[in-house]
């Protein structure tokens, strides 16, 4: 068979419209066809080129006699719509056949074989196709009741196709494994800080110490929470069920799926569903443990889950344009979750404002405060509104909470009284609580600033106001390091430490012994300075106020030593002593001998009563040791010198090195008495 008969037979029908040129041309396509059909009885064997152009043909033969009916004769498209309908009649016959065979089955289709969910989804989708076909059409009464029963078969269809759809979702869920973020839960992480009112123990160094909270950090990590291979099949099913008019059914069937995967991983990050109630019902130490599980679980629960199943939600959602389906489905999947998480914060800030709650409140507003960006980028158009508004409203009570709880931990400081002395004048657990609280907080130092900063106006008034301050190194007028000094945070601390020296101040006065009184105020303005000196708080407080806490406390040290040792030092004076040497009246030795038997007495005095007394900083102790060594055994070595003839050598009690290495005895918090004894 010779294939340019094709060409021609083409060219003759699609030649133009000249009268002349028509009548030829119908001939020749009538001669051309008589050829064809001798060609085709002549040929007993057709090969598949032959084939194809022949199909070719049939189609363009199809086409043309449709395109040649006359319009506008009603029996004739009467006749052409019926046998179309015919055709419809045929095919959904066929089909209705093989989705009753599918659905015949109690097994779950893709369980059985992915492939027959593929074919099932294909049958079902010929099916909607040729339903849409018949509603074009003008359908008689059987027609009609035709097209009724596909739509009944296809409402049966999406009823299943939305069962498998949901179970491939659980079947195929990958274990979320939080381990893999460097998460981990402890148990032991019940931070329990003392009462405000005791200012705790002698652990309370220990006590005062930030978590070991990951900060910073804010990069997305996305995970596959379905396995990919059935991603596919999922895009399919979606697909198909949106252009049913099926779509409200699939994105509840979606989202039903993955909020019970979503409370799966909250239950793997230890986050517990508590109302407002439960939360401020529970002891603290209770809460404490939460709040830690809150705080690490949620930056892996919003950076990593919610990223994760955003993701998915585009995966299978993004190639419906129709609406913004995927951003719909992810809102609503997590907005219940997300608000419980919320709750949870907001119920902590509304609570009772307790100072030794504020670094966890702290770790939670700067958890909110960094994932900020993330939420912004997870709720980014109208379906997140309000999450994102939810979300900002609760940092803003957060950030109140730490505001309000500052402010009551500055009141609980200066209103802390006691009833007796602390023993032995060292470092009071109050100075060493504060110290070591405020020394933590300079880990939050933006959150802190943004947080006081409404308030720093009031803060510099009073502090300014509180009291004249003519000492050397005055640190209002610290400029020497930069805005640090001056922020919202320094002002705070400030005043915190104004606060804290005039409350010292007030329980120094419970001490009946004056140098005891300088004892204890000078260990406990020398161990401010020394935490200031030696953390960050050195550059929020600033040079000057180390130099004049310095200044402070050596002026306590001084006038320690003015009210042990001025009194005992007038006994070894030349005042009142006749000179020296062997022609000394009688009274002159009785007083020589009552002036070292006084001197004696006092010094086992102070011996007795200040080895119980305290001098915690080993460095402060020495010094302190020395310099009254260097004024005691001087003094008391001139005095025997001067009047070696005129006492005798029984009257001598104590040497100088005796008195050296008692004087070394002192400050250890262990009173001692002096087993003395009289030289032969």
């Not at 002549?42 to 086409?63: E, G, P």
């Not at 076909?133 to 009609?144: A, G, I, P, V």
């Not at 909270?213 to 099949?233: A, C, K, T, W, Y």
Request: glycine share 4%; net charge negative; with cysteine.
């Amino acid at each position: 068979m010779g294939f340019g008969l094709h060409t021609k037979f083409v060219h003759l029908h699609m030649g133009g419209c000249n009268p002349m040129m028509e009548t030829l041309e119908e001939e020749n396509l009538i001669a051309a066809a008589r050829l064809l059909l001798r060609a085709l009885d002549s040929n007993k064997k057709i090969t598949d080129k032959a084939r194809k152009v022949l199909a070719d043909v049939s189609a363009r033969l199809t086409s043309v006699m449709k395109i040649a009916a006359p319009k506008d004769e009603d029996e004739d498209e009467d006749e052409q719509e019926g046998g179309e309908v015919t055709d419809i009649r045929e095919r959904i016959n066929l089909i209705l056949e093989k989705i009753v065979t599918w659905e015949g089955g109690d097994s779950m289709i893709w369980d059985c074989d992915p492939e027959d969910g593929k074919e099932y989804l294909k049958t079902v989708d010929e099916a909607r196709r040729l339903a849409e076909s018949l509603e074009s059409l003008n359908l008689s009464k059987d027609e009609t009741e035709l097209l009724r029963n596909v739509n009944d078969v296809i409402h049966t269809s999406m009823s299943r196709i939305e069962e498998e759809f949901r179970r491939i979702l659980v079947q195929n869920m990958q274990n979320f494994e939080p381990e893999r973020f460097s998460f981990r839960s402890n148990e032991d992480d019940s931070l329990d800080l003392n009462s405000i009112v005791s200012f705790g123990d002698d652990s309370i160094d220990e006590s005062v110490q930030r978590d070991s909270l990951s900060r910073g950090g804010s990069e997305v990590v996305v995970m596959d929470l379905v396995n990919p291979q059935v991603i596919p099949d999922l895009i399919t099913i979606a697909n198909l069920m949106f252009d049913s008019n099926y779509g409200r059914e699939c994105c509840q069937a979606f989202i039903s799926a993955r909020k019970e995967a979503l409370d799966d991983c909250l239950f793997v990050l230890e986050i517990e569903k508590l109302s407002i109630e439960d939360v401020l019902k529970m002891e603290w130490v209770s809460l404490n443990s939460r709040i830690r599980r809150w705080t690490k679980g949620m930056k892996v629960f919003v950076r990593v889950y919610l990223a994760s199943e955003k993701f998915l939600c585009e995966q299978i959602f993004d190639q419906i344009q129709t609406d913004p389906v995927s951003s719909i489905c992810f809102s609503e999947l997590s907005k219940a979750s997300m608000l419980q998480l919320l709750k949870f914060a907001e119920a902590i800030s509304i609570g009772p404002h307790q100072p030794e709650k504020l670094l966890k409140i702290l770790d939670i507003y700067e958890v909110l405060s960094d994932l900020i960006p993330d939420i912004d980028g997870l709720y980014s158009d109208e379906n997140g509104s309000c999450i994102r508004t939810e979300f900002q409203h609760v940092l803003t009570r957060v950030g109140d909470c730490v505001k309000v709880t500052f402010i009551e931990f500055e009141n609980a400081v200066g209103s802390n009284t006691s009833n007796s002395a602390f023993p032995g004048g060292g470092n009071h657990h109050l100075t060493r609580y504060v110290m070591n609280y405020i020394k933590t907080l300079t880990d939050y130092g933006d959150s802190l600033n943004a947080c006081l900063k409404d308030h720093e106006q009031a803060v510099d008034d009073q502090d300014s106001s509180s009291s004249p301050d003519t000492s050397p190194g005055n640190d209002n007028n610290d400029t020497n390091n930069g805005n640090s000094s001056s922020s919202p945070m320094a002002l705070h601390f400030r005043l915190l430490m104004s606060i804290l020296e005039h409350n010292l101040e007030e329980k120094s006065k419970l001490y009946k012994d004056e140098a005891l009184r300088h004892l204890f105020m000078m260990n406990n303005i020398n161990y401010m300075a020394e935490k200031v000196k030696n953390s960050e708080l050195r550059n929020i407080l600033g040079d000057n106020w180390i130099r004049k806490h310095n200044w402070k406390f050596q002026q306590h040290a001084m006038s320690y030593e003015r009210a042990t040792w001025s009194s005992i030092l007038n006994l070894l004076r030349q005042d009142g002593l006749s000179g020296s040497g062997s022609s000394g009246s009688s009274t002159s030795r009785t007083l020589l001998r009552e002036r070292l038997h006084a001197f004696y007495t006092a010094f086992e005095d102070i011996y007795k009563s200040q080895t119980g007394w305290s001098i915690p900083n080993s460095q402060l102790r020495e010094d302190v040791r020395i310099s009254m060594s260097l004024k005691v055994i001087q003094a008391y070595r001139n005095f025997v010198g001067r009047h070696n003839n005129n006492i005798s050598e029984k009257y001598i009690k104590y040497s100088a090195d005796d008195l050296e290495n008692y004087i070394m005895d002192l400050f250890e918090g262990a009173p001692k008495s002096l087993h003395s004894f009289h030289r032969k």
